[in-house]
């Protein structure tokens, strides 16, 4: 594969490229449709009077109605906005932040006019768009009548609708990325040429809003997620142009991928009006191309029969229905609606809405309907419309001349639609059905709602196992996403509805309630019931209940652990019995949606509850029954970015967290080996005997099948029991992940063949490769980060014991967007005045900010001997205390290798006399150089807590730190070697993990920012 | 300290700037030695003390390695072969990034008179490499080994310096190190002590210090015509020290009334038996559980949990006759003490590395109760290491028997080394003067007798 796709290569790599890279992206790798729309317009400034502002929305209400519009159209985050009332603010507030992507003025700013502030903005060489938007149709007409407005990026009039906000960042994007997105995958662009901003202030969020609904429409067709986000970010472009010079440079630059064009009648052209531009333009474009679809507007009817002439079509700009008309045109002639088969006379012979039923209307249609479709290129402009470029790519070139008969033009296009039908419908979410339904690999869902977050993500692994042939991939190895079947949204709402339960549940307090009344609720949707009956026959394993909540998993706000997820047996005799189980399983996720957790959690996330809905996922759990126990050999998470990287690994090569047993050991912070796949031989935990024995697992959690527990009163997780590791040993799971210690010969022996106490290390997989464990997560990794186009992380659960057809298993759980805040990026190392800067280190670990630490516990550098070093982890200790218990978070300051075994060499304190630190900082000695420890002493907790770490050597001059500030500002409480150090203001730490650079910043009483 | 000695620390600063572990590890030693300068003239015409300073020989060379990508590292690898005295160098290898002249010329010193007070014919030495064993992977470090030896082969032997493990140097470490010393000289001899049991290592290295503190506590009994049969002991800690200070205590005919972990103790009235012992190993060493499944398992067990807080471990407040601090540094301050002189304990025998801080030492001492010094009670972990390199030249392992009566044996003579030192410098019943002072008159008689070498 070419890496980067010439727009002219296109058509002829077509023909033996797989549709599915195209489709997916696949085919340009990094640089596929994931690449779309690349530069976005995220933060805008809008600089207002008040007065002006008022006459758009009540205050606050802007923001609002724009996040709704866009969370309705399932863009991707609104824009952030940000309001300041005068031109001096804006600008400084622009250059100080340098975030803005645009700037909105209105006409009426405090200190300056519009004007001023546009051309402030220019000199002061900030590259930032201003657009004027205003308010009144005479002023605005005043202003660009008589001043040059050329250093506006765009002119708008205000007429009530808010969706014009919309439609001015759309349109900006679409400029900024056009030329990319062409050629990349051929996206296709809309000539909008209009002068009159009146008009196209009210074309513009009805372009928008139609072109978003018809991706709407695709994307509800496309029933899983990569479609979804690719789709929207494929969707026609729409190219505003003022002038006849611009809009022809556009059309023959994208010649090929225009979808159409809407123009006025009357505009500039050669620096002059011409009242007949619009006809000229048509004209022009007819020349070489018959078949794009012309919308002209005119005050009048007078060139009515030439535009039709033209293949043209009139729209009388003064009609009441103006904007419908234009709203059926692109329906019609941008192949936004069915595809409507006609005869050369207009007559209608069949519609088709999607692929499936153009496949079956190609079939009866008259060929002469065929012959006119293809020679006007009908097909591949619908398909391409619906961002279906791969084939509309394969179909363009061919001519009805190529084909001996229509007939066989016709068998040719049939067999091309079905072939990529096929292709595509690998890995797709399909409704569940019995017969289908294959209790090995399928994923079906039940009810026509959302699918939630959770199983959209692992709808998307699904696909993209299947396309990047990953199932297979490996021998003997079976990597899949677990049969499963998704109950959706809508049987959550019915089941609310028709037990009354929403309100009682939104206002119930108590989980313990609200669980009471869920599964006391007599009515569940009888045709689910019927189709989870069905699937129960099939599936007579262990299953896994998860919810799958619609806000889970977004990216900016992961749910991870806040619902509730269950596992049962599955295994009772009578059918009926099964079922009620899993019924009253799927009811208990259902109240967890209300419980205080989630509750809290939402609020804070700043959703509304009333938002969140839940589908729920039932799942063939991953392992093997031994006796009476369900587990697999091994469940993980694995990261593909690690924010504690530790030499060789880098923050790129991620890491991974392995258990014996079910999750519930990794969930809950337990002793696991964490491994970088990269790595896999260098077990940063396992460098002596002994901390290995300290650090690794010695219980694991498996399924009880045969439970003797009541149902009454029965929480989460009582169905999981904790067993000891001679269970596994007797199990015979424990071969493979195990290690003997003997201490006799103070030394750990890999395997369990030999007689001592038996230690979990992963030692067979990892050194011995035993299974090639890191190799899969590094794929599946590489693959997830690929596809989401951002870090993620991965659960997952390995089933050594073979299974399908003698392969082992690798169970797929989950795959989710790995949250990076960029909150951190707005602090930046070189931002602030020195004096600002408490601390500074090129090599901090963690990742995030942290505005909600008050204290500073800092060993007087001073005062400090090496030889006094447990007196002084004594005087830390007390003070740890002290702030536990006022639950005060703090930040640890001190010089040597904290928790060092060597009291010469660093404050030889426990995780326990430091547990409330939230950063921890390690300056080096005045006398000796020591390695900074980077926290590797508690390691585990550092890295589970998620606490920064920031090492410092003056002498190498690596990062810095205000010894003399932290010496002077004056203690609470002092003792000979520690200072204790309070503020009213928060003293702030800031960790960027993906390139280690670390800002703790003194109070902002203290001193100025610069 | 005298005016010279204190000169002398000086002249060493000076000589030696930037290695202030050593300097106060000197400062230390010459503490607890001005009484014999004293009453030994003739040290002073000989300079022993400069002399004993001076490392015999210092060895610092270049470890070159590379890792498992194909990177060259460079570590530095030293041997500093202190004092050979009364027997070959003997002193653990430590790898770890802090590893420098300073410490390690500190670590051996020390070892000097820990050596010396077994006993045993050792001298003194230590060495590692500021090699960081972490995150490296199992070939990496044998790679690292390997270069270390290649070097260090030429500088030691059996009957010249015998290395042992230490910090970052395990079964593992000690395994390679050996193959590789093996391979250069083409001799199998006991050059390394900690050794696989199967090729050349010696039984009871786990039991030896919890067996050694109760030996030595049996001895200090013995001063008062007492044994330890039906004494009722306080233990702290579950690991190997004080499982086997529990095992040797019941052996013996004591009842042990308490065991700790991190997270807490308990204490069992009706004592440990047998049977309890084996689940408590059972649940530490086997299954790694919290010491609190003891008092689940067993009736009539108080369990307490030990909160950082505390002022006072609250293990050490019950009524008993000995106790037998075998979990942790500094775990006896001077309220427990004081707690445990109220409750009649007379008699104290250190299994872990000073578990009293110096405000407790002193309430013991000024009780005048039997209080034995993890410097000599503890040595039994020290003196296994000699009793490897007899078996090695032997070319004969000896049963577990026979190694737990040397070590008796050892224990033995290293109470009567400390009491009758103790009394001899007009301290009776002072082990901690006993220990100090007997370890270096030992070294410093035998240097005497070489003359100027």
């Known amino acids: 594969m070419p890496k980067d796709a010439d727009i002219n290569e296109l058509s002829t790599i077509g023909s033996y490229i797989d549709p599915m890279w195209v489709e997916h992206g696949y085919g340009t790798r990094f640089q596929g449709f994931q690449n779309l729309m690349r530069r976005r317009i995220r933060d805008i400034l809008i600089v207002s009077s008040l007065y002006d502002l008022y006459l758009f929305e009540e205050d606050g209400r802007l923001y609002e109605l724009i996040r709704n519009e866009y969370q309705g159209l399932r863009l991707s985050h609104a824009p952030e906005l940000t309001r300041v009332s005068s031109g001096r603010n804006a600008i400084a507030i622009a250059q100080e932040e340098r975030r803005f992507d645009l700037i909105i003025s209105t006409l009426h700013i405090e200190d300056m006019s519009a004007l001023q502030l546009a051309r402030m903005v220019k000199e002061t060489g900030l590259d930032i768009p201003v657009v004027l938007l205003a308010n009144d149709n005479r002023e605005l007409n005043e202003l660009m009548m008589h001043h040059d407005t050329s250093v506006f990026s765009g002119i708008f009039i205000w007429q009530g609708d808010y969706r014009l906000i919309i439609g001015i960042i759309k349109q900006l994007e679409d400029k900024m990325n056009v030329e990319h997105d062409t050629k990349m995958v051929g996206v296709q662009s809309i000539i909008l040429i209009e002068d009159n901003v009146r008009f196209y202030s009210s074309y513009l969020p009805i372009l928008y809003t139609e072109l978003l609904n018809q991706s709407q429409r695709l994307i509800s067709e496309g029933i899983n997620l990569s479609h979804q986000y690719l789709r929207m970010r494929a969707r026609p472009k729409i190219l505003l142009c003022k002038t006849y010079e611009e809009a022809w440079g556009y059309f023959e630059r994208y010649e090929e991928y225009i979808l159409g064009i809407v123009s006025d009648l009357d505009f500039p052209r050669g620096g002059e009006p011409d009242a007949h531009a619009g006809l000229a333009l048509l004209r022009a474009v007819r020349e070489s191309h018959q078949d794009i679809p012309f919308l002209l507007q005119s005050t009048s009817t007078e060139h009515e029969e030439e535009i039709h002439a033209l293949g043209g079509t009139l729209l009388i700009k003064e009609s009441p229905t103006l904007l419908h008309q234009l709203r059926l045109f692109m329906t019609e002639y941008f192949s936004f609606g069915d595809f409507v088969f006609r005869l050369a006379d207009g007559r209608e012979v069949g519609r088709a809405s999607d692929l499936r039923s153009l496949e079956q209307q190609l079939r009866y249609v008259p060929s002469e309907s065929i012959r006119y479709h293809a020679e006007r290129n009908h097909f591949s402009n619908w398909l391409k419309a619906r961002t279906e470029f791969w084939l509309a790519h394969q179909l363009r070139p061919r001519k009805v001349s190529d084909y001996p008969t229509l007939e066989h033009l016709r068998q040719d296009l049939i067999r091309s639609l079905h072939e990529y039908q096929r292709l595509r419908q690998r890995g797709i979410i399909t409704q569940f059905s019995k017969e289908t339904f294959d209790p090995e690999s399928s994923f079906a869902r039940i009810g026509s709602g959302s699918l939630g977050g959770k199983a959209r993500g692992l709808g998307f692994v699904n696909i993209l196992l299947n396309n990047y042939d990953i199932r297979d991939k490996i021998e003997g190895i079976l990597i899949h996403v677990p049969p499963a079947i998704v109950l959706s949204t809508e049987v959550f709402d019915r089941f609310l509805e028709e037990n009354e339960l929403r309100s009682f549940a939104l206002e119930e307090e108590d989980d313990g309630i609200i669980t009471k009344r869920f599964l006391e609720a007599k009515r569940f949707p009888e045709d689910t019931l019927g189709e989870l009956a069905a699937f129960l026959d099939l599936m007579k394993v262990p299953l896994a209940v998860r919810s799958s909540s619609l806000l889970e998993d977004s990216q900016y706000h992961p749910f991870a652990g806040v619902y509730e997820t269950y596992m049962i047996p599955n295994n009772h005799p009578d059918p009926f019995v099964r079922l009620g189980a899993l019924v009253n399983t799927i009811k208990r996720v259902y109240a967890s949606t209300f419980y205080r957790a989630a509750k809290d959690y939402i609020k804070m996330a700043s959703y509304r509850l009333e938002e969140e809905k839940m589908a729920v996922i039932v799942q063939k759990m991953v392992g093997s029954q031994r006796e009476n126990r369900f587990y697999p050999e091994i469940s993980g998470v694995a990261k593909s970015h690690n924010f504690y990287p530790l030499p060789p690994q880098k923050s790129e090569d991620g890491i991974v967290s392995v258990a014996l047993g079910l999750g519930k050991m990794i969930v809950d912070g337990g002793p696991t080996v964490r491994f970088c796949p990269k790595y896999p031989q260098h077990i940063h935990q396992h460098f002596s005997a002994t901390e290995t024995l300290r650090t690794s697992q010695n219980e694991f959690y498996a399924l009880e099948l045969f439970s003797s527990q009541s149902e009454e009163g029965e929480y989460e997780d009582v169905t999981l029991r904790r067993h000891r590791l001679s269970t596994a040993e007797t199990d015979g799971t424990l071969h493979r992940l195990g290690s003997t210690y003997s201490s006799e010969n103070d030394r750990l022996y890999d395997g369990i063949s030999r007689s001592g106490t038996r230690v979990v290390t992963f030692a067979p997989i990892l050194k011995h490769k035993l299974f090639p464990l890191p190799e899969i997560l590094e794929l599946l990794l590489d693959m997830g980060r690929w596809g989401m186009g951002t870090q993620v992380e991965i659960e997952f659960a390995v089933n050594l014991s073979p299974v399908n057809e003698g392969r082992r298993e690798f169970g797929l759980l989950q795959m989710r967007p790995l949250v990076l805040s960029k909150e951190s990026d707005s602090f930046q190392l070189g931002a602030y005045d020195e004096s600002r800067v408490l601390c500074s280190s090129p090599q901090a670990l963690g990742h995030g900010v942290m505005k909600d630490i008050f204290d500073i516990v800092v060993v007087n550098k001073n005062t400090f001997e090496r030889s006094a070093t447990t007196i002084v982890a004594a005087e830390v200790a007390g003070l740890n205390e002290k702030l536990v218990a006022a639950r005060k978070p703090y930040i640890l300051i001190g010089v040597g290798r904290w928790g060092s075994l060597d009291p010469w060499l660093g404050i030889p304190v426990k995780w326990g006399n430091i547990c409330g630190a939230r950063a921890i900082v390690e300056a080096d000695f005045a006398d000796i150089d020591v390695a900074p420890s980077q926290g590797s002493h508690f390691f585990q907790n550092i890295t589970s807590f998620m606490i920064g770490y920031f090492s410092i050597n003056n002498r190498l001059k690596n990062g810095s730190l205000d010894w003399g500030w932290l010496l002077t500002s004056p203690a609470v409480e002092e003792t000979k070697y520690v200072r204790h150090l309070r503020f009213s203001q928060p003293v702030i730490v800031a960790i960027q993990g993906h390139n280690h650079n670390g800002l703790i910043l003194k109070p902002e009483n203290d001193s100025g920012r610069k | 300290m005298t005016e010279s000695m204190r000169s002398l620390v000086e002249r060493l600063k000076a000589k030696n700037p930037a290695e202030p572990e050593f300097h106060q590890a000197v400062a230390e030693v010459f503490e607890s030695l001005e009484l014999v300068m004293e009453r030994y003239p003739e040290y002073r015409a000989a300079n022993i003390l400069e002399r004993v300073v001076e490392p015999e020989r210092v060895i610092m060379f270049r470890v070159p390695w590379t890792d498992d990508q194909g990177v060259v590292h460079v570590n530095r690898g030293f041997r500093i072969e202190m004092n050979s005295a009364i027997g070959p160098y003997k002193g653990g290898l430590r790898f770890h990034p802090s590893v420098n002249l300073g410490i390690l010329k500190f670590l051996a010193f020390e070892q000097v008179f820990k050596n010396s007070l077994t006993t045993l014919p050792m001298g003194g030495g230590k060495g590692g490499s500021d090699f960081d064993p972490k995150g490296k992977s199992d070939n990496e470090v044998m790679r690292f080994c390997q270069s270390f030896m290649t070097e260090l082969a030429r500088h030691i032997g059996p009957d010249t310096d015998v290395p042992a493990g230490d910090i970052g140097v395990g079964g593992r470490e000690i395994g390679y190190l050996f193959g590789q010393y093996k391979r250069i000289r083409n001799e199998f001899t006991g050059v390394l002590t900690g050794k696989g049991l199967n090729w050349g290592g010696s039984l009871i290295r786990p039991e030896a210090t919890g067996y050694g503190s109760v030996y030595f506590a049996s001895e200090m009994l013995a001063t008062r015509k007492q044994t330890l049969k039906d004494k009722i002991c306080l233990v702290s800690g579950s690991g190997n020290v004080a499982q086997y200070t529990v095992e040797k205590i019941l052996e013996l005919g004591g009842k042990v009334v308490t065991m700790s ?193």
């Open chain 2, 261 to 453: 972990d991190s997270s807490g103790y308990i204490y069992d009235e009706a004592g440990i038996d047998r049977k309890k012992l084996d689940f408590l190993m059972e649940l530490k060493n086997v299954r790694r559980g919290r010491i609190k499944e003891y008092a689940e398992e067993f009736k009539n067990v108080v369990y307490t949990p030990l909160e950082g807080r505390m002022e006072f471990n609250p293990l050490w407040n019950h009524k008993a006759h000995c106790a037998f601090p075998s979990a942790t540094q500094n775990e006896i301050n001077a309220r427990d003490a004081e707690h445990l002189v109220k409750n009649g304990v007379y008699c104290v025998a250190e299994g872990a590395n000073m578990p009293t801080t110096l405000d407790g030492v002193k309430i013991f001492l000024d009780a005048k109760i039997l209080y034995g010094p993890g410097k000599a009670a503890n040595a039994g972990g020290v003196a296994t290491s000699g009793l490897e390199m007899a078996q090695n030249s032997m070319r004969l392992p000896w049963t577990r028997e026979e190694v737990d009566q040397r070590l008796h044996m050892i224990m033995k003579g290293i109470h009567k080394a400390c009491v009758e030192t103790a009394e001899r410098f007009g301290t009776p019943g002072n082990y901690v003067n006993g220990a100090n002072i007997a370890g270096f008159l030992k070294v410093a008689d035998a240097m005497m007798d070489q003359g100027l070498v």
